[in-house]
């Protein structure tokens, strides 16, 4: 695609659910990287790909969080039992690979109720 | 402390005038300084990026990078009422990571 693709663009769920946020990278692209941005914070990161496997996930705050990419494209971050501390915003960016330029989707809005 | 340290702002400088933004980092082991502007509701956007001491100029904008004192900063001359954003300083070690400072409020003043 032309960008870097992330559905649902908003999600509201209850607290104890599971949710799936999607990230479709840019073609090509073999790096791919999740954030987790609060209002007023920057970008924290949460988990980094390299082709399929995780070679980072040192940001991911407990195990509750997980993430795959399976095929070394798509990516999702799945959040088990949520809770409201997990709303935020879940940004997803590929790049060539490491230390090159990072194009970033417009995000998942995330809110836990 | 946190890793990446900005001022948090907001700065406002009048349009046409030189808006300089400011990122101290800890880690000496950092190799590649970015620099993202982040519009309200909307994601980051890479506009510069620096790997060498010195200065890296592209249009209106300047980096300037100093490793010796942990400091990278962002200048923009003539400036526009739509550069108002957050920028965001960004800093990797090599290792694919990148950590973000929580960014500068920019107001551009018509």
């Known amino acids: 695609g032309a960008g870097v693709s992330q559905t649902p663009s908003n999600k509201v769920t209850e607290k104890g659910k599971y949710v799936e946020l999607r990230c479709d990278p840019i073609s090509g692209h073999t790096a791919l990287y999740w954030y987790r941005q609060s209002l007023g914070q920057g970008p924290e990161f949460l988990i980094y790909f390299q082709g399929t496997g995780a070679a980072d996930d040192s940001g991911l705050p407990n195990d509750r969080f997980f993430a795959v990419r399976p095929e070394g494209s798509v990516s999702t971050l799945k959040i088990q039992r949520t809770e409201r501390g997990d709303s935020a915003v879940y940004l997803c960016a590929s790049s060539l690979g490491p230390n090159t330029e990072a194009f970033f989707g417009q995000g998942t809005r995330l809110t836990v109720v | 402390q946190k890793e990446v340290e900005q001022n948090s702002g907001p700065l406002s400088v009048p349009e046409g005038a030189i808006a300089s933004l400011n990122c101290t980092y800890s880690?000496?082991?950092?190799?590649?300084f970015f620099w993202y502007r982040q519009y309200s509701g909307k994601s980051p956007e890479l506009i510069m990026f620096?790997?060498?001491?010195g200065d890296k100029e592209d249009g209106r904008f300047t980096a300037q990078l100093n490793k010796a004192s942990q400091y990278v900063s962002l200048l923009i001359r003539d400036s526009q009422p739509s550069d108002s954003a957050t920028y965001l300083c960004?800093?990797?070690?090599?290792?694919?990571?990148?950590?973000f400072g929580d960014g500068t409020t920019l107001t551009v003043k018509p």
């Open positions: 620096i790997y060498s001491n």
């Open positions: 880690d000496r082991g950092s190799q590649s």
């Open positions: 960004a800093v990797d070690t090599n290792a694919g990571k990148s950590t």
